[in-house]
C-alpha cells in the first residue's frame, strides 16, 4: 500500500513556509504584492473568467471609457505589445503556453493574474513573514517602504504617478490598466486564521530587511523598472541564502548542536566552465547541495515532533512556554530525557501503523535494516519515513534552490551547464544589486549617503556581510588550506571581478596599486537626500 499522507507530510512553516517546487520570481513577487496590501494575509480575487491577451489589449485599445488613458494605442500594436512587454507567461513560445499574470510592476497587478497558473508555492508568505519579524530598518518599518512603493496610489499619488515621465511606459500602462478594469474585480482579505512562526534565522531576516531598506535609497533615482528587478533578484538572492543556510543549520540544531553563524560559497566570475576557478565553484556548490538529504531527515524528524507535541496538548500537556506555534527549539526538548516514556508510546503507536501500512512493499529490506540498528520506535518511523521520500525530495528541493539562486538568469547566483555540473557565480545583475547596497553609508545627521568604496573594502563586505568568496576561499564548506595551485585560480578570479565591475560602470582605473583601486557609485545620494 504505501506510506499514507499523514506520514508523508514533509511542509512545516516553523522551518520554511516553502513548498519546495520550482519557483518563478516573477509569481513570487505578484503573490508577495497581494500580501503586502492585505498585511500578509492573501485575498480572494473574483472575476468572471481567465484573463487573455485579447483581453488585455481590448481593454486598452477598443473600450471607449478607456479611451482617455490609452491614447494613440491601436489594436494589433498593442496585442503584440501585451504580450511580449507586459505578460508573465508559463512555457511561453510553447503550445502549452498559459497566462500567469500581469508583470508586478505596480502593486494592484496581483487583481489581474490567473492564480491557477500563478503559483509562488509559499515563497511570498515566507519572505513576507521574514520581513515582518525582522526589526524594523534604520529609515523606517521595512513593510511600510515597499507598500509606499509598490502601491503610491495608497498615499493619493496615483494621479501624478500615471502622468509623470519618471515612469516608464510600461508601468503606465498596467496602472492604467488596473485602473480601467477595477470595477470588474472584487478583491477582498482572507481572514482564515494563520499561524505566524518566528524566523528560524533571525539574522538573515534582518539582514534582508536591512538590505531592503539600503535599496530603497536609490528608488528616487533609479528606474521604476529597474528598481523593481533589483528588488526581485535581492528577495530571489536572500531567499536563496537562507534555504542554503538551512541546509546546514537544520541538522545541527537537530543533532543538539549550536549551528556555525559562519558560511561560505566561492563563486567563479569568470564565468568559463572547465576553468581552475569554475571547478572551485562546482566545488563550493557541490558541498552545499549534497547537504540536501541530512536536510530532509531533520525536517521529518522536526514535523513527527510537531505530531507529536499536537499529541500531547490533546492529552493537556503544555510543551512550549509560548503562544501559538510550537518554536522548533521548543520542539527540540521533546527528545529529551524528561519526554521518553510519551514520545515512546507515541513511536510504537506510529511505527506500527506503518508497518502494517508498507507491508511487503519494494522497502521491504530496507525498512528491515533500519528496524535492526535497535533505535527507539520513535527515531525508527522518522528514519523509514526518511528512506521512503528523501529521493523525492531531494529532487525538489534541488529545483527550488537552483529557481530561488535564478539559475543561468540574469541575477544568478548559479549556473550549469547542459552537461555539466552547477557551480556558484556572481551575475552582472546580481553584482549591481549588491554594489547599490554595500555603497550607502549612514550619515553623521541621520539617513544614510553613497561613498566610494576600494574593491578589498567590498570584497570584505561581501564575505563579512552574505558569506561569499571571491579572492579566497571560505574556511571550511568544503574547502581546507588553499594549494599552490588554487592561488592561481583566485588571483584569475580576482582580474575578472574587477572587469565585472568596470563592464558594469562601478569602477575606473585611477592606479594600479590594489588599495587604490575604488568603486564609485553610479547614483550619488548626499546627506540631504538629493542626487547628482
Not at 534604520?138 to 501624478?160: H, N
Not at 528616487?220 to 526581485?232: A, C, E, T
Not at 548559479?414 to 554595500?438: C, N, S, Y
Request: hydrophobic share 40%; glycine share 6%; proline share 4%.
Amino acid at each position: 500500500m504505501g506510506l499514507r499522507q499523514q506520514d508523508t507530510d514533509f511542509r512545516y512553516p516553523g522551518i520554511s513556509y516553502i513548498d519546495y517546487k520550482l519557483l518563478d520570481m516573477d509569481r513570487v513577487l505578484t503573490a508577495f504584492l497581494m500580501r503586502l496590501n492585505h498585511g500578509g494575509a492573501p485575498s480572494r480575487v473574483s472575476r468572471s473568467a481567465d484573463l487573455t491577451v485579447d483581453h488585455y489589449a481590448e481593454e486598452m485599445s477598443k473600450k471607449e471609457e478607456n479611451r482617455h488613458l490609452f491614447e494613440g494605442f491601436d489594436e494589433e500594436t498593442t496585442r503584440r505589445w501585451v504580450e511580449s512587454h507586459l505578460i508573465d507567461m508559463v512555457n511561453r513560445g510553447k503550445p502549452t503556453q498559459k497566462i500567469a499574470g500581469l508583470r508586478p510592476l505596480y502593486g494592484y497587478t496581483y487583481r489581474l493574474r490567473n492564480a491557477r497558473h500563478s503559483r509562488s508555492y509559499g515563497a511570498d508568505e515566507h519572505l513576507y513573514e521574514l520581513l515582518r519579524h525582522a526589526s524594523a530598518g534604520r529609515d523606517g518599518d521595512t513593510l511600510r517602504l515597499l507598500r509606499e512603493f509598490f502601491f503610491p496610489d495608497l498615499s493619493g499619488a496615483l494621479g501624478p504617478l500615471t502622468a509623470t515621465a519618471d515612469v516608464d511606459v510600461e508601468t503606465q500602462a498596467l496602472i492604467s490598466l488596473v485602473e480601467a478594469v477595477k470595477n470588474q474585480v472584487t478583491d477582498t482579505r482572507d481572514n482564515r486564521v494563520r499561524m505566524s512562526y518566528p524566523p528560524l534565522l533571525p539574522d538573515a531576516a534582518k539582514l534582508l530587511a536591512d538590505d531592503v531598506v539600503r535599496l530603497l535609497y536609490h528608488r528616487r533615482y533609479i528606474p521604476r523598472s529597474v528598481m523593481i528587478d533589483y528588488l526581485k533578484i535581492l528577495f530571489a538572492f536572500h531567499l536563496g541564502l537562507y534555504h542554503l543556510r538551512l541546509l546546514k543549520a537544520l541538522p545541527a540544531l537537530t543533532a543538539g548542536q549550536i549551528p556555525e553563524s559562519q558560511h561560505g560559497f566561492f563563486l567563479d566570475v569568470g564565468g568559463t566552465p572547465n576553468s581552475s576557478t569554475a571547478r572551485l565553484a562546482e566545488r563550493s556548490a557541490q558541498t552545499w547541495y549534497a547537504r540536501i538529504p541530512d536536510f530532509v531527515q531533520s525536517t521529518y524528524l522536526v514535523k513527527k515532533l510537531d505530531d507529536f507535541a499536537r499529541h500531547l496538548q490533546r492529552r493537556g500537556k503544555r510543551v512550549s512556554g509560548a503562544e501559538g506555534p510550537v518554536p522548533v527549539a521548543d520542539l527540540l526538548r521533546l527528545l529529551g530525557p524528561s519526554w521518553t516514556k510519551d514520545r515512546d508510546a507515541f513511536g510504537t503507536f506510529k511505527l506500527t501503523a506503518l508497518l502494517e501500512s508498507t507491508a511487503a512493499d519494494d522497502h521491504e529490506r530496507e525498512i528491515r535494516e533500519i528496524i535492526d540498528l535497535g533505535l527507539d520506535d520513535f527515531t525508527t518511523y522518522v528514519e523509514i519515513v526518511t528512506a521512503y521520500k528523501v529521493n523525492f525530495h531531494r529532487k525538489y528541493l534541488t529545483e527550488c534552490l537552483d529557481a530561488l539562486l535564478l539559475k543561468n538568469r540574469s541575477g544568478a547566483m548559479i549556473a550549469q551547464p547542459r552537461r555539466g555540473r552547477r557551480r556558484f557565480v556572481l551575475d552582472g545583475r546580481l553584482l549591481e544589486v549588491l554594489l547599490q547596497i554595500a555603497l550607502l553609508t549612514p550619515a553623521p545627521g541621520g539617513g544614510m549617503h553613497t561613498a566610494e568604496l576600494r574593491v578589498d573594502e567590498f570584497l570584505t563586505i561581501l564575505r563579512d556581510r552574505y558569506g561569499l568568496y571571491v579572492d579566497r576561499l571560505p574556511p571550511g564548506d568544503g574547502f581546507d588550506r588553499a594549494a599552490i595551485t588554487d592561488h592561481t585560480a583566485l588571483r584569475a578570479n580576482l582580474n575578472a571581478f574587477i572587469g565585472r565591475l568596470r563592464e558594469i560602470g562601478f569602477y575606473s582605473d585611477l592606479s594600479d596599486a590594489y588599495l587604490s583601486q575604488t568603486i564609485t557609485p553610479r547614483y550619488v545620494v548626499s546627506t540631504d537626500g538629493t542626487t547628482r
